[in-house]
């Protein structure tokens, strides 16, 4: 499978972007997980952990807070007021 597009962007800037395999974020309804092909996915983000498991195996770890998350054509987009890696 091909792999995700990931980019995480705060209010002022981009956090990290790359290819992973998994992306794992905690919403208002609960924690989600996103693989390739999944479907197209609108969420509201939660305060707390964005877990991101690179192409490569490396597990970046990202707080964010206040924000969306967009899934679209193996595209993740995670955008939060505040956002910084751990």
Same mark, same amino acid.
């Given at each position: 499978? @091909?792999?995700?597009?990931?980019?995480?962007? %705060?209010?002022?800037? +981009? &956090?990290? %972007?790359? +290819?992973? #395999?998994? &992306?794992?974020? $905690? /919403? /208002? #309804?609960? +924690?989600? =997980?996103?693989?390739?092909?999944? +479907?197209?996915?609108?969420?509201?983000? @939660?305060?707390? #952990? &964005? $877990?991101? /498991? !690179? !192409?490569?195996? #490396?597990?970046? !770890?990202? %707080?964010?807070?206040?924000?969306?998350?967009?899934?679209?054509?193996?595209?993740? /987009?995670?955008? @939060? =007021?505040? @956002?910084?890696?751990?």
């Amino acid at each position: 499978m @091909a792999p995700l597009d990931v980019t995480v962007v %705060s209010a002022t800037a +981009e &956090v990290w %972007s790359g +290819e992973a #395999e998994m &992306v794992v974020a $905690r /919403t /208002t #309804e609960g +924690e989600i =997980g996103i693989l390739a092909g999944h +479907e197209p996915t609108l969420g509201v983000l @939660a305060a707390g #952990e &964005v $877990r991101i /498991t !690179t !192409t490569s195996g #490396e597990k970046v !770890t990202a %707080s964010a807070d206040d924000g969306f998350l967009s899934v679209d054509n193996d595209q993740v /987009t995670i955008v @939060a =007021g505040m @956002a910084e890696i751990q």
